[in-house]
Nanobody, 120 residues
């Protein structure tokens, strides 16, 4: 059993900052990839910032230069520092991870989501 727990969302004014945290826990053998997605009302879920299985970081064009993903491997945790927030960043942000629970067993896991609202 694996759980992803997100925290750090909230209401912020345009130009402000927030930091999201996602901690993975449970039967974790190895984390292949881990990152952040978001879904705005009426829109499809999109990738925001992800650590790939190859170790690279991939950002959506819309957040490059404003958002930074980082991680603490010892804690199985990833962070998303969001600066210069815009109203169009308003969405539910989800943590996602591809995790091996054993050498042979792999699953794709999602957190419950955390609301980020950018508004004056």
């Amino acid at each position: 059993q694996v759980q992803l727990v997100e925290s750090g969302g909230g209401l912020v004014q345009p130009g402000g900052s927030l930091r999201l945290t996602c901690a993975a826990s449970g039967s974790i053998y190895r984390i292949n990839s881990m990152g952040w997605y978001r879904q705005a009302p009426g829109k499809e879920r999109e990738s925001v910032a992800v650590f790939s299985s190859a170790g690279s970081t991939n950002y959506a064009d819309s957040v490059k230069g404003r958002f930074t993903i980082s991680r603490d491997n010892a804690k199985n945790t990833v962070y998303l520092q969001m600066n210069s927030l815009k109203s169009e960043d308003t969405a539910v942000y989800y943590c996602n991870a591809a995790i091996h629970t054993s050498v042979w067993d792999r699953g794709d896991y999602w957190g419950q989501g955390t609301q980020v609202t950018v508004s004056s």
